[in-house]
């Protein structure tokens, strides 16, 4: 199967040829992530949507699809942006209820939601809601790991393999695993990168040199390790 790379938090047209020639499947761009160091305005976000799908390609990899990221609650707020940016992968990061996501499924069908699921040590506050999100469309999870302190996105902290197993075995959609991940850890999640709900890993940090700037031998050293794969079906 094909694991996907998603790297968020892409701010300039820089960045996104940058992670689109080093390997990124999907570009996380921020919109309505107030106060968040990468939240990009409405004209910003639409160009560097475009600028994802216009990278030249090779026919063994298609441009990165841009994936919009977002505290936003409105779905009609949600749709209007998504839709000027011609945007088809949407990443509902907060704790927006079931009823959102049923409500931009109805707006647009064809739109891929992705709900996070925050999770704290062993506990996962959505969970009583799993069920609610999967008939309101949910198409993909991401797991994420949030501080004691409630602090979620790009928190750096990891996900204990074994929790993430029990998360997955919840569900029944695909998912996408974030906190902490980098090309060094790999081994540490080999048994849920042979989970057949396992779709791939979202990172940020560990796609950043020292000054916080996007590194292309980064992304490519995660994309070379996590591709490999074994003994799972397509799942997405």
């Known amino acids: 199967m094909t694991v996907l790379l998603k790297v968020c938090g892409a701010t300039s047209r820089e960045d996104v040829a940058l992670l689109g020639a080093a390997g990124a499947d999907l570009i996380g761009l921020w919109h309505g992530v107030p106060g968040g160091p990468a939240d990009l305005p409405a004209g910003r976000f639409a160009g560097l949507a475009?600028?994802?799908r216009t990278l030249e390609v090779t026919a063994?990899?298609?441009a990165p699809e841009p994936m919009m990221v977002t505290f936003l609650r409105d779905p009609a707020a949600i749709l209007d942006a998504a839709r000027a940016a011609g945007v088809r992968w949407l990443q509902l990061h907060g704790y927006q209820?079931?009823?959102?996501?049923?409500?931009?499924?109805?707006?647009?069908?064809?739109?891929?939601?992705?709900k996070v699921l925050h999770v704290t040590g062993d506990a996962c506050v959505e969970?009583?809601?799993?069920?609610?999100?999967?008939?309101?469309g949910t198409d993909v999870f991401l797991f994420d790991a949030t501080t004691a302190e409630g602090r979620v996105g790009s928190t750096g902290l990891s996900l204990e393999p074994d929790v993430v197993i029990d998360l997955a075995e919840a569900t029944t959609?695909?998912?996408?695993?974030?906190?902490?991940?980098?090309?060094?850890?790999?081994?540490?999640?080999?048994k849920v990168s042979a989970h057949p709900q396992f779709a791939g890993v979202d990172v940020d940090t560990a796609a950043r040199d020292a000054t916080g700037a996007f590194c292309a031998d980064s992304v490519a050293d995660i994309r070379r390790q996590w591709s490999a794969v074994p003994d799972v079906e397509e799942v997405v």
């Not at 969970?127 to 309101?136: D, K, M, Q, V």
């Not at 959609?173 to 080999?190: H, K, T, V």
Request: net charge positive; glycine share 8%.
């Open 97 to 114: 209820p079931p009823a959102v996501v049923a409500a931009l499924k109805r707006g647009r069908p064809e739109v891929t939601v992705v």
């Open 127 to 136: 969970r009583p809601l799993l069920a609610s999100y999967e008939r309101a």
């Open 50 to 52: 475009e600028a994802c």
């Open 173 to 190: 959609r695909p998912f996408l695993l974030a906190g902490g991940i980098s090309a060094g850890n790999r081994l540490r999640y080999e």
């Open 60 to 62: 063994a990899r298609p």
